[in-house]
């Protein structure tokens, strides 16, 4: 859902970019007469807060708290409905949540807080004594209590009442869904039962015991013999829709990653992918993420593996190097999607998160090589035979492209990258810049150029990308005597 982040005035825009970073879908509303660059400009601060309000969508205002209580006063009426509404101080230094306790407002200004890594103002009573929101479960779970029955139980809590835990249908005959209570008789779950009770719960500090007079209620069947009440709170736990994340994280290390794509394996409940990619990102994975590494080749089997581990309700990322749409697993994904029409994967959410392919990063390295028009070609006649590319690499050295070649050679293949030389000699001259590119941000890196006549087979291998020059492209120095290669962006033809 999308967050609207307020800004008044330009000296606040930067610190509303810091925060949409971490808002998957934040977008900057800025007062037209003093701010630019932002996402939305408005020229009334009122109404148009009250129109975010009225629509529920959650708000972040860098402004003081009061003009945002003062603006929303006229709309405070129903505790239930109020979207979020956060204040964060002008300088970065406070994040306060003002409204929208039952719609998780204090999950996001910790959120916000831990991005500008200050504590975030938390004044909800229940939520500091017992750490979590009983009123807004997390996504998942829907409270089936009325908020007057909810208040209730809290009162109760408050007053130091314990809480017994139970889930709906209760397990065969074992009954061990309460946990034992501790010396003091405040109880934490004990480990046998941590599996039955949800992390959220897990992570609280309520005072459970098995004779507690409130029962908290977690229930995957909703039946009519549970009933929600003052002294019974009773969640239902929502079929969980299977998410699918096909990301790709860069050639190498984290710093060519992509926040959102570090978000996405973080939020992850497993990775799926080639051992060597999942090692390149394991320094980011937290225990409770499983790891599914395949050794296997076959592109399709992953992609099948992941759809299917999505199926069950759970949050999967399938990994690729560089780009996941570049001779990757995202075009897997959708091949089997068409063709293995499987019922159970239909209702998993997809989503694609792009990275920095090789070729960009090998062109960083040594300049603007792919300056202008350029073609990229896998050399691989694995997936397409060797005709194929024998006449797209003719057809791009006629049309005088620049050319990025992947997969060149593999020990396997080795003979196409020298054919390929010869085909694109036909067309170019000896002389043209090749860039040779290996381990990209990985140890071992290597970056060499040299004139297409002396490319061969023994330059390259599976870890290396090849950039071609068209008859445009050239290499120049810079001041401190660096060499670069670049094509320019004007053509005379
Ligand atoms: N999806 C990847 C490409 C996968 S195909 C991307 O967008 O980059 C595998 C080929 O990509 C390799 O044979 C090599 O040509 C290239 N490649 C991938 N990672 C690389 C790296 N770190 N350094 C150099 N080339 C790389």
Redesign the pocket.
């Known amino acids: 859902m999308t967050v609207a982040i307020v800004v008044l005035n330009q000296r606040s825009v930067s610190l509303a970019r810091q925060v949409a970073q971490g808002c998957a879908d934040g977008v900057i509303y800025g007062l037209d007469r003093r701010t630019t660059g932002v996402d939305v400009s408005f020229s009334e601060f009122g109404p148009t807060l009250r129109s975010l309000f009225e629509q529920g969508t959650p708000i972040i205002g860098i402004c003081a708290a009061g003009i945002l209580i003062r603006s929303l006063a006229p709309l405070l009426g129903n505790k239930a409905q109020d979207p979020p509404v956060v204040a964060i101080a002008e300088d970065g230094s406070t994040v306060v949540p003002l409204l929208g306790g039952l719609q998780g407002v204090n999950d996001l200004a910790r959120q916000i807080a831990q991005i500008l890594q200050v504590s975030a103002a938390i004044t909800a009573s229940g939520e500091i004594r017992f750490g979590t929101t009983l009123l807004s479960p997390p996504p998942g779970y829907r409270l089936l209590n009325d908020p007057d029955q909810a208040k209730g139980f809290i009162a109760e809590l408050l007053a130091g009442a314990m809480v017994r835990f139970e889930t709906h249908p209760s397990p065969s005959q074992e009954g061990i869904t309460h946990p034992s209570p501790s010396q003091e008789g405040i109880t934490h779950p004990s480990p046998s039962q941590e599996g039955r009770l949800p992390e959220w719960l897990q992570q609280s500090c309520l005072p459970w015991s098995n004779e507690g007079a409130l029962r908290l209620v977690v229930a995957t069947e909703i039946s009519p013999d549970i009933r929600p009440g003052h002294r019974c709170l009773v969640y239902e736990k929502l079929p969980q829709r299977g998410h699918l994340a096909i990301v790709?994280t860069g050639?190498?290390s984290a710093q060519w990653m992509s926040p959102q794509v570090q978000r996405t394996l973080l939020e992850a409940t497993d990775w799926v992918g080639y051992k060597t990619y999942l090692n390149l990102v394991e320094s980011l994975r937290s225990p409770s993420i499983q790891r599914h590494e395949s050794d296997n080749r076959v592109e399709g089997d992953r992609a099948r593996q992941a759809l299917d581990l999505a199926a069950t309700g759970r949050r999967v990322v399938l990994v690729?190097?560089?780009?996941?749409g570049?001779?990757?697993m995202a075009a897997a994904v959708f091949e089997v999607l068409e063709t293995r029409k499987n019922p159970d994967w239909q209702e998993v959410e997809i989503e694609v998160c792009p990275?920095i392919?090789?070729?960009q990063?090998?062109a960083a390295q040594v300049g603007a090589p792919l300056g202008h028009d350029f073609v990229v070609m896998?050399l691989s006649d694995i997936l397409k035979p060797w005709s194929v590319i024998e006449s797209r690499l003719q057809a791009a050295a006629q049309g005088d492209f620049a050319i990025a070649l992947?997969?060149?050679v593999s020990k396997q293949r080795i003979w196409q990258l020298d054919q390929a030389r010869e085909i694109l000699l036909q067309w170019r001259s000896p002389a043209t810049p090749v860039v040779l590119?290996?381990?990209?941000?990985?140890t071992g890196q290597q970056v060499r150029v040299k004139p297409l006549a002396e490319l061969t087979a023994g330059d390259a291998d599976?870890?290396?990308?090849i950039l071609i020059g068209s008859s445009q492209t050239r290499q120049v120095q810079s001041g401190e005597g660096r060499p670069w290669v670049y094509t320019p962006r004007t053509y005379d033809g």
């Open positions: 790709g050639p190498g690729s190097s560089g780009d996941p570049i001779f990757a990275g392919s090789a070729m990063a090998a896998s992947y997969n060149p590119a290996c381990n990209l941000g990985r599976m870890r290396t990308v």
